[in-house]
């Protein structure tokens, strides 16, 4: 069985690494630097996304948005042209759970399974074996794919059918994209107010509004260290996502809006390249406060 990885950046590759240790992979992405690292991690660089769909009988992916998925997938010089019969594709992006549906749809005419199983738990997670896998599979499929993606990590949760995974990880998202604003705003409310920012955190950290942002994350911002691998742009993307999805179902997402509106600020003040922790020095500025780097001052 041969095995492609597609998407090579701070998740993908990270990802695709962890399961280089336990299955050869044959990869793929536009950035040639990336795929170098991998070439480096024992992986086989493909030319072209043509040449992953020959050689692979599994192919994974991870990238940005949806949109590059189908594109990856259905562009002239995509997978699909040149997919073998029976090929299984495993979508890590955290996308838009209607178009992995589509695409999933538009494969099986093909005789072409595809799954989603995107992740939480960050580039560092990954690495420790230790992320989270929200899975959105038929019975077949997981058993096909268990013995890989528990080459990844052991936790592994079936969410339910196809776009399953997706719906899970942007329910995720939605819920501690908001929670992490929300503590940079209580840190800037206690350190505003003459609370020494990491006596607040320790405090926060042992009462009701401990959160993972909380445990770990805010403790490198006190020391201003602000790079995670996870950019505000993708952040907001997920938040929109989530929005959408929520307009869609007919659920109210009072919280999610809000929080994707605040995104979408910073991103208007530092840029979608920067760090989703970068929105504690917006956070800093609007406040007036100092808890970015409040451990050196
Ligand atoms: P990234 O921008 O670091 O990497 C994306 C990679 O995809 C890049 O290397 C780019 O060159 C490549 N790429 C884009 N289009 C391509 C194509 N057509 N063919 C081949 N390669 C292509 O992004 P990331 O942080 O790795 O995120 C990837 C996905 O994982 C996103 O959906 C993100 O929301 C999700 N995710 C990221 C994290 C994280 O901590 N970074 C955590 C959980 C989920």
New binding site residues.
């Given amino acids: 069985m041969n095995v492609g990885y597609?998407?090579?950046?701070?998740?993908?590759?990270a990802l695709a690494r962890r399961l280089q240790l336990a299955h050869p992979l044959r990869v793929?992405?536009?950035?040639q630097h990336?795929v170098a690292r991998m070439v480096e991690a024992g992986a086989t660089a493909c030319a072209s996304?043509g040449e992953v769909a020959r050689a692979c009988d599994i192919i994974f992916l991870?990238?940005?948005?949806s949109e590059?998925v189908r594109?990856?997938v259905f562009d002239p010089d995509g997978l699909a042209g040149a997919l073998r019969p029976g090929a299984l594709l495993v979508d890590?992006?955290?996308?838009d759970p209607k178009v992995t549906r589509q695409l999933a749809h538009l494969l099986a005419a093909r005789g072409v399974a595809l799954i989603d199983a995107?992740?939480?738990?960050?580039?560092a997670g990954a690495k420790a074996g230790t992320i989270s896998i929200m899975l959105g599979a038929g019975e077949a499929e997981r058993a096909r794919i268990a013995p890989l993606l528990t080459a990844i990590s052991p936790n592994v949760f079936h969410a339910g059918d196809v776009g399953a995974g997706q719906v899970m990880?942007l329910v995720n998202n939605m819920i501690s994209g908001a929670q992490r604003l929300l503590s940079m705003e209580g840190l800037a409310l206690a350190a505003k107010s003459g609370v020494d920012p990491s006596r607040a955190l320790e405090i926060l950290v042992a009462g009701g509004a401990r959160n993972a942002y909380l445990d770990k994350q805010a403790p490198s911002i006190l020391r201003g260290q602000l790079e995670?691998?996870?950019?505000l742009g993708?952040m907001a993307?997920?938040m929109r996502l989530a929005c959408e999805f929520g307009a869609d179902s007919g659920v109210p997402q009072f919280f999610a809006s809000v929080a994707h509106e605040v995104y979408k600020l910073c991103i208007s003040q530092i840029g979608a390249d920067a760090q989703v922790t970068a929105a504690a020095q917006v956070i800093d500025r609007l406040a007036g406060s100092h808890v970015v780097g409040s451990i050196h001052r």
């Fill in positions: 597609v998407g090579l950046g701070n998740m993908g590759g793929y992405d536009l950035d990336a996304l991870c990238l940005p948005k590059h594109a990856a890590q992006t955290t996308g995107p992740v939480s738990g960050g580039a990880k995670v691998g996870f950019t993708l993307k997920d």
